[in-house]
Nanobody
Framework: QVQLVESGGGLVQAGGSLRLSCAASGTITVINVMGWYRQAPGKQRELVASITSREDTNYVDSVKGRFTISRDNAKNTVYLQMNSLKPEDTGVYYC???????????WGQGAQVTVSS
């Protein structure tokens, strides 16, 4: 089994910063893709950012230039540095990992991020 534990959410004023962390533990072979998704109230979950094992990154347009995803393979941890936060960034942020060669797909418990105007 694989467990993901998220930390770092909270309440921040617009323009502020937060850093999310997600640590994976358990029976892990190789983590291929690591990502962060978010779900705003009344909306579908969307991919915010992802990073491959080669450290190729991908971001949704609305966060480009403000958010940075990174990973520490030695710690099986993925981070999301969020700067210049906006009220529309409010939501529950979920980390996700995909493992190889088992093809496992795992989710964190979610971290609430609230940005006040």
């Amino acid at each position: 089994q694989v467990q993901l534990v998220e930390s770092g959410g909270g309440l921040v004023q617009a323009g502020g910063s937060l850093r999310l962390s997600c640590a994976a533990s358990g029976t892990i072979t190789v983590i291929n893709v690591m990502g962060w998704y978010r779900q705003a109230p009344g909306k579908q979950r969307e991919l915010v950012a992802s990073i491959t094992s080669r450290e190729d990154t991908n971001y949704v347009d609305s966060v480009k230039g403000r958010f940075t995803i990174s990973r520490d393979n030695a710690k099986n941890t993925v981070y999301l540095q969020m700067n210049s936060l906006k009220p529309e960034d409010t939501g529950v942020y979920y980390c996700n990992i995909q493992t190889w060669p088992s093809g496992g797909n795992y989710w964190g418990q979610g971290a609430q991020v609230t940005v006040s105007s």
